[in-house]
Nanobody
Framework: QVQLVESGGGLVQTGGSLRLSCAAS????????MGWFRQAPGKEREFVAA????????YYVDSVKGRFTSSRDNAKNTVYLHMNSLKPEDSAVYYC????????????WGQGTQVTVSS
């Protein structure tokens, strides 16, 4: 079983930055493909970013390309989401997710961390 714990959320002004962290336990992080999702009130959960097991490949939803960067430190069993130039529409609960391989369902989820961007 994999446990994921997000941290780093908070309140920031438009144009500001935050770094979210996702600490994994229960399995070596290098064995997991990692992703970030978000859910705003009244909206469905949406994919934000993903990073491959080695960190060599990253994927982003169009709305965050050029502003968000996902990275991982397998030695620390931690994944990061660096968010720059934040906009009010980025406000949501952000979730970390993990799966054993790309192309299959996300099997493990964190509890989420709130990000609020004020205008």
């Amino acid at each position: 079983q994999v446990q994921l714990v997000e941290s780093g959320g908070g309140l920031v002004q438009t144009g500001g930055s935050l770094r979210l962290s996702c600490a994994a336990s229960g399995r070596t992080l290098s064995a997991l493909s990692m992703g970030w999702f978000r859910q705003a009130p009244g909206k469905e959960r949406e994919f934000v970013a993903a990073v491959s097991r080695t960190g060599d490949n990253t994927y982003y939803v169009d709305s965050v390309k050029g502003r968000f960067t996902s990275s991982r430190d397998n030695a620390k069993n931690t994944v990061y989401l660096h968010m720059n130039s934040l906009k009010p529409e980025d406000s949501a609960v952000y979730y970390c997710a993990a799966r054993p391989a790309a192309g299959i369902g996300w099997a493990y989820w964190g509890q989420g961390t709130q990000v609020t961007v004020s205008s």
